[in-house]
């Protein structure tokens, strides 16, 4: 069970759009719809923002959508604000009811 | 609303054990609706999850933990925990409680974390 791979840091201006990457293998990104993506203020609880690869939960912002092809997938922010800087991480179901996540993403606005 | 808030020492000697509780509120524990889950995050690094439990006590554990690592339920105080054994620096992290909705693949409700230090 390797992490999945994300890179270590993103920016953008305000108002802009930012993406990023997740990749992992045909053994849990790439073989499952089941990533979710999570948004984590230092000193916080970490909160769902996408589900299934394109679901967003009830209370997110339109502004956040996901997508995935083959092995990678990828959360895209538009409109950035200064409330979405923040640490991403993304995760991946594995099969038997294991889990796997990525070494994070802060993002800076 | 649902609230889960993690609890237990914040430093660990080396190579003695870790032990955890997760209180939840808002929400009971021994609903068959939901696995309780154990995720942590070393310093500087990414999450990691370790441990989810069905309220009926099945459990599936992270091969790379599994053998120093327990958890367990318990319903009437609407807990759950984890142990994990002989520690190292290595396991210095912020450990993180979640939920999972049974026929769900996410975690849609998390702790805020406990930083745990391992250090003699």
């Known amino acids: 069970q390797s992490a999945l791979t994300q890179p270590a840091s993103v920016s953008g201006s305000p108002g802009q759009s930012i993406t990023i990457s997740c990749t992992g293998t045909?053994?849990?990104?790439?073989?499952?719809?089941?990533v979710s993506w999570y948004q984590h203020h230092p000193g916080k609880a970490p909160k769902l923002m996408i589900y299934?690869?394109?679901n967003r939960p009830s209370g997110v912002s339109i502004r956040f959508s996901g997508s995935k092809s083959g092995n990678t997938a990828s959360l895209t922010i538009s409109g950035l604000q200064a409330d979405d800087e923040a640490d991403y991480y993304c995760?991946?179901?594995?099969?038997?009811?294991?889990?796997?996540f990525g070494g994070g993403t802060k993002l800076t606005v | 609303q649902l609230q889960l808030q993690e609890s237990g020492p914040g430093l660990v000697k080396p190579w003695e054990t870790l032990s955890l509780t997760c209180s939840v509120s808002?929400?009971?524990?021994?609903?068959?609706?939901?696995?309780w889950g154990w995720i942590r995050q070393p310093p500087g690094k990414g999450l990691e999850w370790i441990a989810n439990?069905?309220?009926?006590?099945?459990?599936y554990y992270n091969p790379s933990l599994k053998s120093r690592v327990t958890i367990s339920v318990d319903t009437s105080m609407d807990h759950f925990s984890l142990s994990l054994r002989s520690v190292t620096a290595a396991d210095t992290a912020v450990y993180y409680c979640?939920?999972?909705?049974?026929?769900?693949?996410?975690?849609?409700?998390w702790g805020q974390g406990i930083l745990v230090t391992v250090s003699s």
């Open positions: 979640a939920r999972q909705v049974f026929g769900n693949f996410h975690f849609d409700y």
């Open positions: 808002g929400g009971s524990i021994g609903s068959n609706s939901n696995y």
């Open positions: 439990i069905y309220y009926s006590g099945r459990t």
């Open positions: 045909s053994s849990d990104v790439g073989g499952y719809n089941y």
């Open positions: 299934d690869v394109t």
């Open positions: 995760g991946s179901y594995t099969g038997s009811s294991t889990w796997v």
